[in-house]
């Protein structure tokens, strides 16, 4: 049994969804520009500077470390709040320290290696097509969209959602070694958004939590049988936890 519901989506999130998205487009635009410079008039990948990618790896690490920090921080402190126990806040710091600093590197690594991806491919294919037809500005084009807005914002989305259930799980997990087990749940709003992987968890109580202490869901729909999931599940994820003290009886 279940008692007092804690906590809901994160405060100001559209607010936040927008300033992440507007400083990574910034951002983007530059890292773009300077890719075209170094593509040359024959573009080739091999062009392409390994300094360039270290680059915008470093700048995204800056730009984005410090706002998932805050999220986690915000989220773990309304959580610890809303709840008559307390946790130990600098193991909390250090929690969003480590957070940070092992998924900003997971973060540029996938991030880097699926722009070199894409761009290895628009370049071959632009030099598939016939010499008298092809032009560079349909290279251009065609890579465009990994530095556009619609990129910036699914990372914006995707990520606010992470730091947000991290910094949750990170009391949860506190509370957990004083004999307190919160229930987490997840939580979507419930409208005309949701999508169906998420729709059929909705409500539902963690099926477990992994050796990190973050909860983790069977999903139910036959489709997905054997796999788990934890938010985000997927790019542009807005669900969260809820968690919920046990009913005292």
């Given at each position: 049994?279940?008692?007092?519901?804690?906590?809901?989506?994160?405060?100001?999130?559209?607010?936040?969804?927008?300033?992440?998205?507007?400083?990574?487009?910034?951002?983007?635009?530059?890292?773009?520009?300077?890719?075209?410079?170094?593509?040359?008039?024959?573009?080739?990948?091999?062009?392409?500077?390994?300094?360039?990618?270290?680059?915008?790896?470093?700048?995204?690490?800056?730009?984005?470390?410090?706002?998932?920090?805050?999220?986690?921080?915000?989220?773990?402190?309304?959580?610890?709040?809303?709840?008559?126990?307390?946790?130990?806040?600098?193991?909390?710091?250090?929690?969003?320290?480590?957070?940070?600093?092992?998924?900003?590197?997971?973060?540029?690594?996938?991030?880097?290696?699926?722009?070199?991806?894409?761009?290895r491919e628009a370049i071959e294919a632009y030099f598939e097509r016939d010499p008298d037809v092809r032009n560079i500005g349909d290279l251009q084009r065609s890579i465009s969209h990994l530095y556009g807005p619609t990129r910036a914002e699914a990372i914006a989305v995707t990520e606010i959602t992470r730091a947000s259930a991290e910094g949750e799980s990170q009391i949860a997990k506190d509370l957990r070694s004083q004999g307190v087990d919160m229930i987490a749940f997840?939580?979507?709003?419930?409208?005309?958004?949701?999508?169906?992987?998420?729709?059929?968890?909705?409500?539902?109580?963690?099926?477990?939590?992994?050796?990190?202490?973050?909860?983790?869901?069977?999903?139910?729909?036959?489709?997905?049988?054997?796999?788990?999931?934890?938010?985000?599940?997927?790019?542009?994820?807005?669900?969260?936890?809820?968690?919920?003290?046990?009913?005292?009886?």
């Amino acid at each position: 049994m279940v008692g007092l519901s804690l906590k809901a989506d994160v405060r100001n999130r559209d607010k936040l969804e927008r300033e992440l998205a507007y400083k990574l487009g910034r951002q983007q635009r530059s890292w773009f520009r300077r890719l075209l410079g170094q593509l040359g008039d024959v573009p080739r990948y091999e062009n392409i500077s390994t300094s360039f990618w270290i680059t915008i790896g470093k700048e995204l690490a800056g730009l984005i470390g410090p706002f998932l920090e805050e999220i986690f921080l915000d989220q773990a402190r309304d959580l610890m709040l809303s709840q008559p126990i307390g946790v130990d806040w600098a193991l909390v710091n250090e929690g969003a320290i480590s957070f940070v600093r092992d998924y900003t590197f997971e973060l540029v690594k996938g991030t880097n290696r699926h722009s070199q991806n894409t761009l290895r491919e628009a370049i071959e294919a632009y030099f598939e097509r016939d010499p008298d037809v092809r032009n560079i500005g349909d290279l251009q084009r065609s890579i465009s969209h990994l530095y556009g807005p619609t990129r910036a914002e699914a990372i914006a989305v995707t990520e606010i959602t992470r730091a947000s259930a991290e910094g949750e799980s990170q009391i949860a997990k506190d509370l957990r070694s004083q004999g307190v087990d919160m229930i987490a749940f997840w939580q979507t709003s419930e409208d005309e958004l949701v999508c169906p992987i998420c729709a059929p968890l909705n409500d539902r109580q963690a099926s477990g939590f992994d050796v990190l202490g973050k909860p983790y869901w069977i999903h139910p729909d036959p489709k997905h049988e054997g796999k788990t999931f934890k938010h985000p599940a997927h790019p542009r994820c807005r669900c969260w936890p809820r968690h919920e003290l046990p009913k005292i009886s």
